[in-house]
């Protein structure tokens, strides 16, 4: 029998007390949550009373946005308490039942409260906005207007009862690309270069790739793809599916295309998004470099997919403690002023963050809190990664941005769009590699946080832009009446991985069927927003941390501004402005700076 001892996670019990969130500014304790949630379902009913009436006159529509409001800001204090009691430990019965409880009682309200849209949009245009001049609506003027905006796009009652009920099996493409790629594809498993057996899968397949020997990278991406070959005609149907489903909602709704349809919310105009592609194409020189660059660096004869996620430089061998990490963190974010320095520094030390893992502790990291919270953040933070540090200060950036917004903002203004939300988070990225860089003590240091930089811009802007093209061409496909066969989604995929991968790269013919493994082309012109994220938040940083005049200032104010504004003048009083190409420019050429940087370093 073995004497080896096996290390294993503590029981949540077991965690300290002061590595742990405090929880009470969102809610005492469970038994308070009881109660809370027990008087917020015994106001659903007050609804009633409004329905009916809204168009009656301005008074009675604001009396019930305002009462909205207040049972909105409740509500998402007990959902955000449940959701991080249960994120504690995911095996805990009594948090679960919490979600499930709030959960139901929730699809209560939302069906009471149903009327509100409807009866705005009733209102005659005329009458609604001259109402929006009365001091009763003032608070609510932008509110409404993004509500009416959309009348053009609203169809009438039946209609919408219609399009409603064909909601449960709207997502049925969805729900079998996840059944069929997460529960019936079989891997089999894999020998590692460290003479370790490893069952390969969809959540092993990206680590196996950073597997130093070459032969077993071959293996992994193969015996991998061999399933995703065998069952290509099924998904390439379900990919056709959810793309004809999305064109479908386009025309119903009168959008002149589907992509138009997903920018619309974020009154984002087309141009952006195609902009977007147009600047990456315009660098791929560099990408093209980089990837000559990996082949040399790696003694590799040839460059395949399965050889750009092996490090480039050995994992940095420096610990951070959690006071260290903090630290490191705080000196970074100094440009942002002493103040957010000092605020930042008290949440971090003190009980905003759940530190460790403990068994049964949900994975990764995110933050969470709510108008009139603390801004939690939790971690499952390993003092020998280095990269973990990086989650530490882009999860601050998120509770940064949301603190600041409540505090300044009205509550029906202070939540943030997910296009600007990974702003934040990644500047405050930006400014911890620029202080890591300063600081480095020799060229392997320097060389490994380069690197770093390298593959966050690749995987974020480029690699997000193609995938935003191919979203586009295959949902224009679609609508010209040109079938989504695995012919010609393999063409289209082919296409792009020649153009961004370039000439000195071998392209596998199996990498084509990488498209039908791509969750969020089942939430179609969403990822185009990553990469417009970090476009900016590189430029920002640039600024702030160079000291341009106002820039500061600036940024301050988009980390106030919530969704005060649509997003791209938020980001546009910052100083940012995607309507042009200069903010992707700006992103790539430092990729490009960065590559060449590489190169003399290794």
């Given at each position: 029998m073995s004497d080896v001892a096996v290390k294993t996670l503590p029981a949540r019990k077991n965690v300290a007390v002061a590595d742990t969130w405090d929880l009470a500014s969102l809610c005492r304790s469970v038994a308070a949550w009881e109660e809370a949630l027990a008087v917020w379902e015994e106001r659903i009913p007050q609804f009633a009373a409004y329905a009916g009436t809204l168009g009656s006159s301005a008074e009675r529509l604001g009396e019930c946005l305002a009462h909205d409001l207040a049972f909105d800001l409740e509500g998402d204090r007990l959902a955000t308490y449940a959701h991080l009691r249960a994120s504690e430990d995911q095996g805990a019965a009594e948090a679960q039942r919490m979600v499930g409880r709030f959960q139901h009682v929730a699809t209560r309200a939302g069906e009471a409260a149903s009327f509100i849209r409807p009866e705005i949009m009733a209102i005659p245009p005329?009458?609604?906005?001259?109402?929006?001049?009365?001091?009763?609506?003032?608070?609510?003027?932008?509110?409404?207007?993004?509500?009416?905006?959309?009348?053009?796009?609203?169809?009438?009652?039946?209609?919408?009862?219609?399009?409603?009920?064909?909601?449960?099996?709207?997502?049925?493409?969805?729900?079998?690309?996840?059944?069929?790629?997460?529960?019936?594809?079989?891997?089999?498993?894999?020998?590692?270069?460290?003479?370790?057996?490893?069952?390969?899968?969809?959540?092993?397949?990206?680590?196996?790739?950073?597997?130093?020997?070459?032969?077993?990278?071959?293996?992994?991406?193969?015996?991998?793809?061999?399933?995703?070959?065998?069952?290509?005609?099924?998904?390439?149907?379900?990919?056709?599916?959810?793309?004809?489903?999305?064109?479908?909602?386009?025309?119903?709704?009168?959008?002149?295309?589907?992509?138009?349809?997903?920018?619309?919310?974020?009154?984002?105009?087309?141009?952006?998004?195609?902009?977007?592609?147009?600047?990456?194409?315009?660098?791929?020189?560099?990408?093209?470099?980089?990837?000559?660059?990996?082949?040399?660096?790696?003694?590799?004869?040839?460059?395949?997919?399965?050889?750009?996620?092996?490090?480039?430089?050995?994992?940095?061998?420096?610990?951070?403690?959690?006071?260290?990490?903090?630290d490191v963190v705080i000196e970074s974010l100094a440009p942002l002023g002493t103040d957010y320095a000092a605020r930042l520094e008290r949440g971090l030390r003190g009980r905003w963050c759940d530190r460790y893992p403990n068994a049964g502790k949900q994975s990764g990291a995110f933050s969470s809190g709510t108008y009139d919270s603390d801004p939690y953040i939790l971690m499952n933070y390993q003092e020998n990664v280095i990269e973990h540090v990086f989650t530490l200060t882009h999860e601050a950036g998120h509770s940064m941005h949301t603190r600041l917004s409540a505090e300044a903002q009205p509550y029906q203004y202070s939540s943030y769009t997910i296009f600007v939300a990974e702003v934040a988070s990644t500047f405050n990225e930006q400014l911890l590699a620029r202080l890591l860089l300063k600081r480095a003590t020799s060229p392997k240091e320097r060389a490994a946080i380069i690197a770093r930089e390298i593959d966050s811009i690749r995987n974020t802007i480029i690699r997000q832009t193609m995938f935003a093209e191919f979203e586009r061409k295959s949902h224009a496909s679609a609508e010209a009446g040109e079938p989504l066969t695995l012919e010609r989604i393999r063409g289209l995929y082919r296409g792009l991985l020649d153009a961004y991968f370039g000439p000195g790269f071998v392209v596998d013919k199996q990498l084509e069927l990488e498209c039908l493994r791509i969750p969020h082309f089942y939430n179609a012109f969403y990822v185009y927003k990553y990469a417009t994220g970090l476009a900016a938040a590189i430029t920002l940083a640039k600024k702030v941390a160079d000291g341009e005049p106002g820039a500061l200032d600036r940024y301050r104010g988009f980390l106030q501004a919530g969704s005060s504004k649509w997003p791209l003048d938020l980001l546009r009083d910052a100083g940012v402005d995607l309507e042009k190409p200069a903010p992707v420019a700006t992103a790539l050429t430092r990729f490009g700076e960065l590559v060449d940087e590489l190169g003399t370093l290794l």
């Open positions: 005329a009458t609604l906005a001259g109402w929006m001049d009365l001091p009763v609506l003032t608070p609510y003027r932008l509110l409404l207007e993004r509500i009416v905006r959309t009348r053009v796009h609203t169809l009438s009652e039946p209609e919408e009862k219609l399009l409603a009920m064909q909601g449960t099996f709207a997502g049925t493409a969805a729900k079998v690309f996840r059944q069929l790629t997460d529960a019936d594809l079989k891997f089999g498993s894999v020998m590692t270069g460290g003479g370790e057996q490893v069952e390969l899968s969809n959540a092993t397949f990206m680590t196996l790739l950073h597997d130093t020997a070459p032969a077993v990278r071959k293996t992994v991406f193969h015996q991998f793809y061999d399933q995703y070959e065998a069952h290509a005609n099924t998904l390439a149907a379900t990919l056709s599916g959810s793309n004809e489903r999305d064109v479908y909602a386009a025309r119903v709704r009168k959008y002149p295309s589907a992509v138009e349809s997903a920018l619309f919310a974020d009154h984002v105009p087309l141009a952006v998004y195609d902009q977007l592609i147009a600047a990456v194409h315009a660098h791929l020189p560099a990408v093209h470099r980089y990837y000559d660059l990996r082949k040399r660096i790696l003694g590799l004869d040839e460059i395949h997919q399965y050889d750009c996620y092996v490090p480039l430089v050995p994992e940095l061998e420096k610990r951070h403690t959690w006071d260290q990490a903090v």
